[in-house]
């Protein structure tokens, strides 16, 4: 009987480490074949990313501030030759001071006309020359100053004729006329000066951009770059000042030419409060 559980016992003992063997065989087969899959897969991953291409990386630039106009033309005139520029900036300066003045001198000419005449007359019928005198010239404008001196005339002994007092008023209102048109040929001739600076500057540019060349002995855009801006630049810049100052030049004459037709019918108007005046002679 021992015997037999003996030998029961030899058989589970050698049942079991077989099966515990196969087991670890077993285990050992499963982890070599995880390994391997495994081994695979980072080499397959690998070359993968070996053969795919490198991503590109944008190289993200700073976004530049926007500069001012001021700040722009600032940098545009330092880069058009600081020295050349600055008479073309002088021009301007000076253009626009003559503008300036002119603008203010016709503003403050400019009188209501019809309400002047009108009060004019009244003076005039009334036979109160001196009280019109006082009135024109007290009141500013060249229409004024053409009334008064119709109305010195017209009070006067010895030219309070009518041919007189004409004639006076003719050479009065082209005086005042000379006085409208007074620097206005100075404006002009900024106008002409701006672009030919402009002009100039580009003759100018043109030989640094030929002198680059020769000393570089290269006809390539990067050498005769720094020579057609600097050209350019002044050109732009010379044109800009004459389009502004012909504006204001445009705008003095249109005023002008309206004082002048206020002057013309002021001199009819006071030819008839003449003509019709007991004073003047006939």
């Not at 100039?200 to 720094?226: H, Y």
Request: hydrophobic share 50%.
């Amino acid at each position: 009987m021992k015997k037999y559980f003996a030998i029961v016992a030899m058989v589970a003992a050698c049942t079991f480490g077989m099966a515990t063997t196969v087991m670890a065989q077993d285990e050992v087969a499963d982890e070599a074949a995880t390994e391997q899959v495994v081994d695979s897969t980072e080499a397959a991953v690998d070359s993968v990313e070996a053969e795919a291409p490198a991503p590109v990386v944008e190289e993200v630039t700073p976004v530049e501030e926007e500069q001012g106009l001021h700040k722009t033309l600032k940098t545009k005139f330092i880069e058009g030759d600081a020295g050349f520029m600055s008479l073309v900036a002088i021009a301007l300066v000076l253009g626009l001071a003559f503008c300036i003045e002119r603008v203010i001198y016709l503003s403050l000419a400019q009188v209501n006309t019809r309400k002047f005449i009108d009060t004019l007359r009244g003076k005039v019928e009334a036979g109160k020359l001196n009280e019109a005198i006082d009135f024109c010239a007290g009141t500013r404008g060249p229409v004024a100053q053409v009334s008064k001196k119709a109305m010195q005339c017209l009070a006067s002994d010895d030219q309070n004729d009518i041919a007189t007092i004409e004639r006076t008023i003719n050479t009065e209102a082209e005086v005042q006329g000379a006085y409208l048109e007074e620097n206005c040929s100075w404006i002009t001739l900024f106008i002409a000066m701006a672009p030919s600076l402009g002009f100039l500057g580009t003759v100018i540019g043109m030989v640094q951009a030929f002198d680059d060349i020769e000393r570089a002995g290269d006809i390539s855009p990067t050498v005769v770059a720094g020579g057609m801006k600097v050209a350019l630049i002044t050109t732009i810049f010379g044109i800009i000042v004459a389009l502004v100052l012909q504006v204001f030049y445009n705008y003095i004459l249109s005023r002008i030419e309206a004082l002048n037709s206020n002057m013309e019918e002021t001199a009819m108007s006071l030819l008839d409060m003449c003509v019709k005046s007991p004073k003047c002679k006939k």
